[in-house]
Protein backbone atom coordinates (compact mmCIF):
# COMPACT_ATOMS: atom_id res chain seq x y z
CA UNK A 1 0.00 0.00 0.00
CA UNK A 2 1.39 3.23 -0.57
CA UNK A 3 0.99 6.60 0.84
CA UNK A 4 1.35 10.10 -0.61
CA UNK A 5 1.31 12.95 1.73
CA UNK A 6 1.62 16.39 0.85
CA UNK A 7 2.52 19.76 2.61
CA UNK A 8 3.76 23.07 2.40
CA UNK A 9 0.62 24.81 0.94
CA UNK A 10 -0.84 28.22 1.90
CA UNK A 11 -1.38 31.79 0.94
CA UNK A 12 1.57 33.97 -0.18
CA UNK A 13 1.50 37.30 -2.38
CA UNK A 14 2.16 37.32 -6.27
CA UNK A 15 5.58 36.69 -6.78
CA UNK A 16 6.30 35.34 -3.62
CA UNK A 17 7.72 31.80 -3.19
CA UNK A 18 6.03 28.36 -1.65
CA UNK A 19 7.92 24.61 -1.55
CA UNK A 20 5.62 21.95 -1.38
CA UNK A 21 6.69 18.72 -0.10
CA UNK A 22 5.09 15.17 -1.08
CA UNK A 23 6.43 12.58 1.72
CA UNK A 24 5.39 8.80 0.19
CA UNK A 25 5.27 5.61 2.35
CA UNK A 26 4.49 1.86 1.73
CA UNK A 27 6.34 0.09 -1.58
CA UNK A 28 7.13 3.83 -2.59
CA UNK A 29 10.69 2.66 -3.93
CA UNK A 30 8.80 0.98 -6.50
CA UNK A 31 7.40 4.37 -7.82
CA UNK A 32 9.40 5.05 -10.47
CA UNK A 33 7.68 8.55 -11.93
CA UNK A 34 6.74 11.49 -9.17
CA UNK A 35 4.79 14.47 -10.56
CA UNK A 36 2.57 17.04 -9.47
CA UNK A 37 -0.65 18.06 -10.81
CA UNK A 38 -2.98 21.05 -9.86
CA UNK A 39 -6.80 21.61 -9.85
CA UNK A 40 -8.20 25.17 -9.71
CA UNK A 41 -12.03 25.33 -9.45
CA UNK A 42 -13.98 24.81 -12.17
CA UNK A 43 -11.15 23.23 -14.19
CA UNK A 44 -10.10 20.03 -14.68
CA UNK A 45 -6.78 18.79 -12.99
CA UNK A 46 -3.56 19.73 -15.12
CA UNK A 47 -0.16 18.92 -14.90
CA UNK A 48 2.24 20.74 -13.37
CA UNK A 49 5.83 18.76 -13.50
CA UNK A 50 7.47 15.46 -13.16
CA UNK A 51 10.73 13.43 -12.39
CA UNK A 52 12.03 10.11 -13.23
CA UNK A 53 13.13 8.09 -10.78
CA UNK A 54 16.73 9.09 -10.18
CA UNK A 55 16.01 12.76 -10.49
CA UNK A 56 17.78 12.73 -13.79
CA UNK A 57 15.04 13.71 -16.14
CA UNK A 58 12.62 16.30 -15.37
CA UNK A 59 9.79 18.17 -16.96
CA UNK A 60 7.34 20.79 -16.55
CA UNK A 61 4.04 22.19 -18.01
CA UNK A 62 4.44 25.60 -20.26
CA UNK A 63 3.00 27.79 -17.51
CA UNK A 64 5.69 26.78 -15.04
CA UNK A 65 8.60 26.23 -16.78
CA UNK A 66 11.55 28.77 -15.46
CA UNK A 67 8.99 29.51 -12.00
CA UNK A 68 8.85 25.87 -10.93
CA UNK A 69 11.36 23.19 -9.89
CA UNK A 70 10.90 19.29 -9.53
CA UNK A 71 13.12 17.33 -7.00
CA UNK A 72 13.27 14.41 -5.14
CA UNK A 73 15.41 12.58 -2.02
CA UNK A 74 14.81 8.94 -2.77
CA UNK A 75 16.77 8.47 0.93
CA UNK A 76 13.71 10.17 2.80
CA UNK A 77 11.10 9.67 -0.04
CA UNK A 78 9.89 12.71 -0.32
CA UNK A 79 9.58 14.76 -3.63
CA UNK A 80 9.42 18.56 -3.71
CA UNK A 81 8.02 21.35 -5.93
CA UNK A 82 9.52 24.98 -5.46
CA UNK A 83 7.49 27.43 -6.86
CA UNK A 84 8.84 30.89 -7.41
CA UNK A 85 7.81 34.02 -8.94
CA UNK A 86 4.08 32.62 -7.70
CA UNK A 87 1.19 34.37 -10.06
CA UNK A 88 -2.34 34.54 -8.92
CA UNK A 89 -3.37 32.32 -12.09
CA UNK A 90 -1.41 29.49 -10.07
CA UNK A 91 -3.92 29.46 -7.19
CA UNK A 92 -4.77 25.56 -7.11
CA UNK A 93 -5.18 22.60 -4.50
CA UNK A 94 -1.63 20.97 -5.89
CA UNK A 95 -1.83 16.79 -5.72
CA UNK A 96 1.49 14.79 -5.66
CA UNK A 97 1.24 11.49 -7.75
CA UNK A 98 2.95 8.39 -8.34
CA UNK A 99 3.24 5.34 -11.14
CA UNK A 100 5.01 2.36 -11.37
CA UNK A 101 6.11 2.74 -14.54
CA UNK A 102 9.56 4.81 -15.71
CA UNK A 103 7.66 6.12 -18.82
CA UNK A 104 6.77 9.84 -17.69
CA UNK A 105 2.99 10.36 -18.25
CA UNK A 106 1.48 14.33 -18.62
CA UNK A 107 -1.86 12.47 -18.20
CA UNK A 108 -3.43 12.17 -14.69
CA UNK A 109 -5.28 9.21 -15.48
CA UNK A 110 -2.07 7.11 -15.74
CA UNK A 111 -0.76 7.61 -12.30
CA UNK A 112 -2.23 5.41 -9.69
CA UNK A 113 -1.60 6.76 -6.32
CA UNK A 114 -2.53 9.73 -5.55
CA UNK A 115 -1.93 12.70 -2.33
CA UNK A 116 -5.12 14.14 -1.10
CA UNK A 117 -3.72 17.89 -1.95
CA UNK A 118 -2.67 21.13 -0.96
CA UNK A 119 -3.96 24.37 -1.20
CA UNK A 120 -2.20 26.99 -2.68
CA UNK A 121 -3.44 30.67 -2.73
CA UNK A 122 -1.56 33.67 -4.08
CA UNK A 123 -2.81 36.88 -4.04
CA UNK A 124 -2.95 39.86 -6.33
Known amino acids: QVQLVESGGGLVQAGGSLRLSCATS????????MAWFRQAPGKEREFVAA????????YYADSVKGRFTISRDNAKNTVYLQMNSLKPEDTAVYYC?????????????????WGQGTQVTVSS
Open 26 to 33: GTASSIYT
Open 51 to 58: INWNGGST
Open 97 to 113: AGRHFSATSFRANEYAY
